[in-house]
Every structure is written in C-alpha cells, then in structure tokens.
T-cell receptor, first 115, second 112 residues
C-alpha cells in the first residue's frame, strides 16, 4: 500500500512529556498537511508544507507544537510539555501540487492520550 | 470560505440510495463544493467535488442546484460499509488557500 502512513497509531503519555509523530506522505506528493481532531468534531487545520517549506500555521499551533519536513519527504509533529487538552487524533494528509488543492489523501491518524 | 450546514444524522436502508444534503447559501463564484467521508477510526477520504455542474464518479454523484446554494451527495446503492460521517466543505481552489474547513458533518448509518 502506498498511501499516507503515520506512526505511531496510538500514543499514551503523561502530562509534561514530549511526543513526536511521524508522517510519510504518498511519495510523489509535494504538499503535506497536519490536522487535529477531537472527539465529535471535524478535523481542524494545523499546518501546511510545500516541499520543505512550512507555508502556513494555524493559531491552534501553540509554541509547544513544532512541525518539520526537513527534506521535503516525511514530516514530524512534536508536542512539548504535553497537556491533557492535547489529547486528540493527529491526522496527516498529502496532495500533489498539480491537483486541485481540495483533494487531500489522509493517513489513518495518530491518537494521543495525555494522562 | 463559505459556511455549510448539514443534518446531524441520517439513516438509510442497505441497497437504497442515500441522499445527503448540504446548504451553502453564501458560496462565492470561485468556490468548489467538496465531499469527504470518515469511517470510524480512519482518516477522512475524499469522495467528489464540483463547481456548478453535476459530477459523478465511481463512489458517488454530486448534484449542485442552479443557484449553487445547496448540493446533494448521492450514494446510489448504500452498503453497510458506507456508514460514516460525511463532510460537505466549500473551498476556493488554487491560489494560496490550502485549508479544508471541516464542520461536524452528517453521520450516515446504513441499516441492514
């Protein structure tokens, strides 16, 4: 399967710990997105990369959050000093630059539980 | 991007057509209508999109009213695997607008 893959699928951590999620997009896709989804809500946009450049960040992405895409391929999303409010599903998506910008391919997500 | 309104939930019998409505009365001329769905514990899946003409693909049909203020996603022969939350999203295409703004969507339950 050559879809978007995310790792880990589930993470349980204690408040105050740091966590990192990894996303491997579809290989030829130059655009990569991170979304967050809490229970009962639709996904919320966090940030967007075109190749290695981070072009947009949501105000939801506090200083404790950092995302990178160092070589324009995989991406990481790190959350420092986790809080219980960070508990959510973190979704990664990718798309091809020549496609319509609304057609995204999502991964299965990484579910974070902060105790 | 224009706001959308969808019913919270709908039921459909297996094998029947599922018609999911969406209102987007403030849609602009350059905004597309997108539909995604999210099966429980999975990431959202793109279904279809359109500007003003009706569209059909292997998954569904999209009917957009002439004034573009509402649309209907049609799953012609719903199966149990179509049980999911369906999101209607309005978004301009291209340019620097890369965000999809998801609402709460419609939970479609397909019953045997």
């Amino acid at each position: 399967d050559t879809g978007v893959s995310q790792d880990p699928r589930h993470k349980i951590t204690k408040r105050g710990q740091n966590v990192t999620f990894r996303c491997d997009p579809i290989s030829e896709h130059n655009r990569l997105y991170w979304y967050r989804q809490t229970l009962g809500q639709g996904p919320e946009f966090l940030t967007y990369f075109q190749n290695e450049a981070q072009l947009e960040k949501s105000r939801l992405l506090s200083d404790r959050f950092s995302a990178e895409r160092p070589k324009g391929s995989f991406s990481t999303l790190e959350i420092q000093r986790t809080e219980q409010g960070d508990s959510a599903m973190y979704l990664c998506a990718s798309s091809l630059g020549t496609q319509n910008t609304g057609e995204l391919f999502f991964g299965e997500g990484s579910r974070l539980t902060v105790l | 991007d224009a706001k959308t309104t969808q019913p919270t939930s709908m039921d459909c019998a297996e094998g029947r057509a599922a018609n999911l409505p969406c209102n987007h009365s403030t849609i602009s001329g350059n905004e597309y209508v997108y539909w995604y769905r999210q099966i429980h514990s999975q990431g959202p899946q793109y279904i279809i999109h359109g500007l003003k003409n009706n569209e059909t693909n292997e998954m569904a049909s999209l009917i957009i009213t002439e004034d573009r203020k509402s649309s209907t996603l049609i799953l012609p022969h719903a199966t149990l695997r179509d049980t999911a939350v369906y999101y209607c999203i309005v978004k301009s295409s291209g340019g620097s607008n890369y965000k999809l703004t998801f609402g709460k969507g419609t939970l479609l339950t397909v019953n045997p």
